[in-house]
């Protein structure tokens, strides 16, 4: 069973960077795609960056093109989300998901109750 854990949350000024990091156990994240959702007050739950299982293919939400950078260490067993320029708009709860043979831009279509999630790093932008 694949469990999640998210960290690297942290206030940052407008225009700082961030590495949030994804730490997988149970499983080895060969077979599985991986990405980041953020939720902030009062909005829904979007995809920000989904990387795919099969040849790590990737998905980057319109918002974030540019500026963030998703990448898998399989040695780790760890995905990481390198944010830099950011905005307070980026400010929300940052969550890892999960789940296997999946591509990217369909892992970060819509957040799954299937997938399985890490437990949220707060993300705050603010000068």
């Known amino acids: 069973q694949l469990r999640l854990a998210d960290s690297g949350g942290g206030l940052v000024q407008p225009g700082g960077s961030l590495r949030l990091s994804c730490v997988a156990s149970?499983?080895?994240?060969?077979?599985?795609?991986i990405g980041w959702f953020r939720q902030a007050p009062g909005k829904e739950r979007e995809g920000v960056s989904c990387i795919s299982s099969s040849d790590s293919s990737t998905y980057y939400a319109d918002s974030v093109k540019g500026r963030f950078t998703i990448s898998r260490d399989y040695a780790k067993n760890t995905v990481y989300l390198q944010m830099n320029s950011l905005k307070p708009e980026d400010t929300a709860v940052y969550y890892c998901t999960g789940r296997g043979h999946m591509a990217a831009l369909d892992l970060c279509a819509s957040p799954s109750p299937f997938g399985s999630w890490g437990q949220g790093t707060q993300v705050t932008v603010s000068s």
């Open positions: 149970g499983v080895t994240l060969d077979y599985y795609a």
